[in-house]
């Protein structure tokens, strides 16, 4: 099968498969990854084949809405990879990357890494930071009827990965837990520099947010 009719193939699979989902994890969300992914992966030794397959599988199903199970993404993936021709070993790479670059991987135990893998990391943790990470959060916090901020409940950076998922803390520690410390985790050059600016504007978010909870804008 020539690349590009993979690559679409799995765009249009993706894009059905992800109709109704919820807005974090939704085909707009693919959809910027994928580009995101293209964009650094033009900079770096890597297949863009496995690239643009990881970056549209990675999130087919994600196991936070799947009671958990962290198989369901990666067999998905398989099984759709198989069933239009792809080569083997581009299968078995593509589901390496989805099952080890999540957001709970980066942040606790990485067994399988590859330059590939650190484009579509990178392509989606910009996805979480910036004028779309901080929506993102806001939308997750919504849907789990979280306060947006409560000045007497402070970041707490010493959770363990269940304790985090469990904590009912306003979306505004997200920030300080997760969202500003990815830009120090971007892996490739033109990540970080898309990282900075947008870590920046989460500062600047965070200032006048403040200001207006007290009044002061
Ligand atoms: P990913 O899909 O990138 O692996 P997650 O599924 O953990 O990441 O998170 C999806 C989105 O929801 C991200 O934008 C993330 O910042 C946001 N999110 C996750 N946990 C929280 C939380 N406790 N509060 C607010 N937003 C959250
Ligand atoms: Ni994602």
Redesign the pocket.
Known sequence: MVNNDAINKTAQYVEQTLQGAEA??DWW?IQRVWKNAQLIGQQEPVDMLVVELAALL??IA?S?FNNGDEEIGPQLAISFLQSIAVDAGVVEHVQQIIRN????A?FGEIVFTSPELQVVQDA??L??IGA??IA??????GF?N?EMYNPNIAPNLNMSKDE?KN?A?P?I??FY???LLLTDKMNTTSGKQIAAQRHQFMLHYLEQFYAEWDGFK
Request: hydrophobic share 25%; no cysteine.
């Open positions: 974090g994890h969300h990675h999130d994600d936070k670059m999540s957001f709970k980066s989606d943790r996805d979480a779309i990470g993102r959060a806001f939308t997750y916090g789990k979280r985090y904590s803390a979306t520690n997200h837990e997760k969202l």
